[in-house]
Every structure is written in structure tokens, then in C-alpha cells.
């Protein structure tokens, strides 16, 4: 689910720590939604999306829960450094693609 993943973390750059655990969990109730930019093809069009100044959006629950694994992850090394957690803010976040699964022919 690369598609979703990327454009899930995009959504989240640049935010602090705490609001986009928010933002994500409010993502898994479906009460937001993630703005899809690039990859839009036959993405469908919604109302929460205005937030972001867009109409294409959805919600995908499995990519959030990933990453909200991932910043509660960042989080407890924080904690370990004996950093603020309260001022931890999202400056860079990658998604990579996976390898193609390669197909034998006998």
C-alpha cells in the first residue's frame, strides 16, 4: 500500500508530534480525511478534503495505524535521548516503494 502510505505521510509533514497523532487517529474514525495530490486516479471526491484545499481524499486506516506505530516509535527514542517530546515536530518522513515481486516462467 505504498500509494496510501506516501500520501499519508505527506499529509502529516511538518506537523508537531502530538497533533498529527491526532490527525491520524481522527483519520482511523474517518472523521478527516488525506488529501490525495499525486496519486489521484479514480480516487473519489469528498468534502473533508476542502480542509486541505483540495476535493480528491480518502481514508486509509491501515497506512495511518503504520504510521502512527512509527511516531509513537520516534517518540519513546525521544524519551530515551532525554529530548522534549512536546516540541518533537515531523520535519522529514520517506516512504519507498517495495521490490517487484519477480515472476518465474518455466
Not at 508537531?16 to 483519520?27: G, H, K, M, N, P
Not at 495530490?37 to 480518502?58: L, N, V
Request: proline share 3%; charged share 25%; hydrophobic share 30%.
Amino acid at each position: 500500500h505504498y500509494k496510501n502510505t506516501y500520501e499519508t505521510a505527506r499529509a502529516i509533514k511538518g506537523m508537531s508530534l502530538r497533533t498529527a497523532q491526532q490527525y491520524l487517529e481522527d483519520v482511523c474514525e474517518k472523521k478527516r480525511c488525506v488529501p490525495f495530490r499525486k496519486y489521484t486516479g479514480c480516487i473519489g471526491r469528498t468534502p473533508q478534503a476542502k480542509e486541505f484545499k483540495m476535493s480528491q481524499g480518502r481514508w486509509p486506516v491501515k497506512s495511518a495505524k503504520i504510521l502512527l506505530g512509527l511516531l509513537r516509535n520516534a517518540e519513546s527514542n525521544a524519551e530515551f535521548k532525554n529530548l522534549d517530546t512536546e516540541n518533537l515536530t515531523i520535519t522529514h518522513i520517506q516512504v519507498s516503494m517495495a521490490q517487484q515481486g519477480r515472476r518465474r516462467t518455466f
